[in-house]
């Protein structure tokens, strides 16, 4: 155990270097984030398939409940209970947009995880970095729980719990809890806790901040910065749900489910589900008692309960739909919580788009309408007149302020951009598969389907008590 804690000290040395704020006591980000005692018992594992290059490397490092499809090195870091997801890792050769600039990739894209403290949090490359094309790094920075590190490289970062940083390259930022930001390039900024910010520099603006008395009941966090409030109430309420799934070797998924669909082992699947065609449930998603019709996905930490998905339903990382009933294609941000009750359902109509870290947590009957922008706070029917607008209307104005959000800009860019990326997402996890076109057509559903899984596990006992061994993992080459 003494070196595991001379690990983390020496994390919290080269994030402190970084942030070069000397207020700041990086050390109580990390105190007793994870059970000391406890935690060599945990192990890691790494999945297989044939789609995806294999390349693992662990040097003096802590891997404890964490997943990686291709390329991957972490050293001298701990990465707690994570999802490490490296699907879209690009092959040498790949010509890339960046910024307008065509580059092409001189070797495999590989996601590095060094002198960094991740405890439930999932990662999912898609480097938007000109300088680092080939890596998408994650480098001197501690993102604790249920974070996202989505599409976003980052260096020198503190990003607290339940925040995402997405499709942005962030340098020696603090993200506040539940806070979410896309913006570029971002450097040297503190988001505040709550703050949703989207920023395409010189074309767009989008700004929402949830209130502190609406934080303090959600999500807060003590003097140790370990969070408390309804979201944790909620996630760790369901956490003892998954140790019949991760005590198995080869967990059985109980629903019969299409071939042209993928249902990850290590998802929780409960009750009465049904599922359709081209639909992916990633691992660590929580599913009881719903529908999720053709072309659907629910991705990592997602709990979709008593809801029905009409089809080409997007729920993206950490969003929780409960009670609810989704019309085609509508899309459900990051760590979004739609809480419906038994009689008081939510319901939203067909091509939405909830923004990510909205709350909708129902005290009646809910209903949106089709084609709807949904963002904020939303109690009562009440508040759906102020914190929804048509996107058909907001793409028409250059400035609209409304319920608390503020949007500038080419908003016609910012609801067309909303709507290529749930395209996008939607093609990627093979939603649109044609078994008369698979090479064209076929996605994550269809690729991830022969996964198979080993194990790490850590120095049960000394003064390595905790980190695993170093190693090198790589394919047979004949």
Request: proline letters at 4%.
């Amino acid at each position: 155990m003494k070196e595991l804690n001379n690990l983390i000290e020496h994390v919290v040395a080269r994030v402190s270097a970084n942030l070069r704020d000397p207020g700041l006591d990086v050390s109580q980000y990390v105190r007793n984030q994870i059970p000391m005692d406890s935690h060599a018992m945990y192990y890691g594992f790494y999945a297989l398939t044939h789609q995806h290059p294999l390349s693992f490397s662990f040097k003096h490092s802590s891997l404890a409940g964490t997943y990686f499809l291709g390329k991957t090195e972490v050293e001298l870091s701990v990465v707690y209970k994570c999802d490490i997801r490296g699907d879209e890792l690009k092959r040498k050769g790949t010509v890339v947009d960046m910024h307008g600039a065509k580059l092409r990739l001189f070797q495999d894209e590989r996601i590095s995880i060094r002198h960094s403290f991740l405890v439930k949090t999932l990662v999912h490359n898609n480097s938007h970095d000109p300088e680092n094309v080939e890596i998408f790094k994650i480098l001197n920075t501690i993102a604790l729980q249920y974070s996202n590190i989505h599409g976003t490289p980052v260096e020198g970062c503190i990003i607290e719990p339940f925040a995402t940083v997405d499709l942005s390259s962030c340098h020696n930022c603090i993200v506040g809890a539940f806070a979410y930001v896309q913006g570029g390039e971002l450097s040297g900024r503190r988001i505040e806790p709550g703050h949703i910010l989207i920023e395409n520099p010189g074309v767009f603006s989008i700004n929402y901040q949830h209130s502190p008395e609406v934080l303090e009941k959600y999500l807060t966090l003590d003097e140790n910065h370990r969070p408390s409030g309804v979201f944790m109430d909620f996630c760790e309420a369901r956490k003892h749900d998954f140790e019949p799934v991760y005590n198995a070797a080869q967990p059985e998924i109980p629903v019969e489910f299409p071939d042209t669909s993928f249902v990850s082992h290590y998802s929780l699947i409960r009750g009465d589900c049904a599922i359709g065609n081209n639909v992916m449930v990633c691992q660590r998603a929580y599913v009881e008692n719903s529908r999720l019709g053709d072309g659907s996905n629910a991705q990592e930490n997602c709990y979709i309960i008593n809801s029905n998905y009409e089809g080409m339903n997007v729920t993206a990382h950490g969003g929780k739909v409960i009670n609810a009933d989704l019309g085609q294609g509508t899309f459900t941000g990051f760590n979004s919580f739609v809480y419906g009750r038994e009689k008081a359902r939510v319901t939203i109509g067909k091509d939405c788009v909830t923004m990510p870290h909205t709350i909708i947590d129902a005290e009646e009957p809910i209903g949106i309408p089709d084609g709807s922008l949904i963002w904020g706070y939303i109690r009562t029917q009440a508040d759906v007149a102020t914190n929804t607008v048509l996107l058909s209307e907001i793409s028409k104005q250059t400035r609209f302020e409304q319920g608390g959000l503020v949007a500038e800009g080419d908003l016609a860019a910012f609801v067309e951009g909303f709507a290529h990326r749930i395209q996008h997402i939607l093609e990627e996890n093979g939603a649109y598969f044609d078994a008369g076109d698979p090479d064209r057509t076929a996605g994550h559903a269809q690729k991830t389907q022969d996964v198979g899984y080993n194990t790490v596990q850590a120095y049960m006992g000394g003064d390595l008590k905790g980190l695993c061994p170093t190693m090198r993992i790589e394919p047979l080459i004949p």
